[in-house]
């Protein structure tokens, strides 16, 4: 049984939590994207960690 009855309410709270797990994702992933930027351009180590490619 949901803590407020209030359908519209919760329902925006459901949309809310669902649009911020969306960010989270986003900047997750361009979190990683930036990491493998340092990674290759920045440090050089593409070819240490990517060698099999």
Not at 6 to 16: G, P, Q, R
Not at 22 to 31: D, G, S, T, W
Request: charged share 25%; no cysteine.
């Amino acid at each position: 049984m949901p803590i407020l009855s209030n359908k519209v309410k919760l329902n925006e709270i459901y949309k809310t939590a669902l649009e911020s797990n969306k960010l989270r994702y986003i900047a997750y992933k361009q979190k990683q994207d930036a990491i493998n930027i340092m990674n290759k351009e920045v440090l050089g180590l593409y070819k240490y960690l990517y060698k099999n490619i």
